[in-house]
């Protein structure tokens, strides 16, 4: 079954996507399928910070691991409800959750 997830582009552009929960995937693989600008440079492995973005619903998701952390304090325009989408896996727990992909820095 799909669920909705609300990505905000770097435009604020809001683009509502169906999300498959049946395919192990995560928020960045999700934007890149749609075309939305995240880069997942890494891959999905929160080895860089290409897929930051900020949680803008009030959906309650998984801890940050202690490597999402890291790469987050390495990050550009880090805010208290920023994660890496590499690390938010489709589950129905976060149907209708809003993100806003964060600036890329320089």
Not at 3 to 22: C, N, S
Not at 24 to 29: F, K
Not at 54 to 77: C, G, N
């Amino acid at each position: 079954m799909d669920i909705k997830i609300t990505v905000i582009d770097r435009d604020d552009k809001a683009h509502e996507l169906d999300a498959p929960t049946d395919m192990n995937m995560n928020l960045m693989e999700l934007c890149k399928a749609y075309e939305l600008p995240v880069e997942g440079t890494c891959g999905g492995m929160a080895l860089c910070s290409t897929c930051h973005c900020y949680v803008q619903s009030e959906h309650e998701l998984p801890e940050a691991t202690e490597d999402e952390e890291d790469m987050l304090d390495q990050a550009f325009f880090v805010e208290d409800n920023s994660r890496l989408g590499c690390q938010i896996k489709l589950a129905d727990e976060i149907d209708g959750l809003i993100v806003k992909l964060a600036p890329v820095g320089e």
